[in-house]
């Protein structure tokens, strides 16, 4: 059974960054496509940034330029670097773990990031 866990969030200012860690166990991100995704109160789950195994990344639009996502050499340790964080990026952040050749699906348990104007 894989498990994720998410760090890093916080509470921070208008402009600021933070950075996320997705830590799962074995090398999980060499063999599936890992995502952050972002959830507000009333809202749908939305993915805010992907990674496959390659390193081939895609972000959403409101957070390109700023969002970079990357995983560690060993695999097993995901991150997305936040910068001029902005109030619409406060959510709840989970990171999620998509098995490529058999499509099983694992989230965390999910980072709180609170952006005050």
């Known amino acids: 059974q894989v498990q994720l866990a998410e760090s890093g969030g916080g509470f921070v200012r208008a402009g600021e960054a933070l950075t996320l860690s997705c830590e799962g166990s074995?090398?999980?991100?060499?063999?599936?496509?890992g995502g952050w995704y972002r959830q507000t109160p009333g809202n749908e789950r939305e993915m805010v940034a992907s990674?496959?195994?390659?390193?081939?990344?895609n972000y959403t639009d409101s957070v390109k330029g700023r969002f970079t996502i990357s995983k560690n050499n060993a695999g097993n340790t995901m991150f997305l670097q936040m910068n001029s964080l902005q109030p619409d990026d406060t959510g709840v952040y989970y990171c999620?773990?998509?098995?490529?050749?058999?499509?099983?699906?694992?989230w965390g348990q999910g980072t709180q990031v609170t952006v005050s104007s």
């Open positions: 074995r090398n999980i991100f060499s063999i599936a496509i």
């Open positions: 999620r773990a998509k098995v490529t050749f058999n499509y099983n699906n694992y």
């Open positions: 990674i496959t195994p390659t390193g081939y990344t």
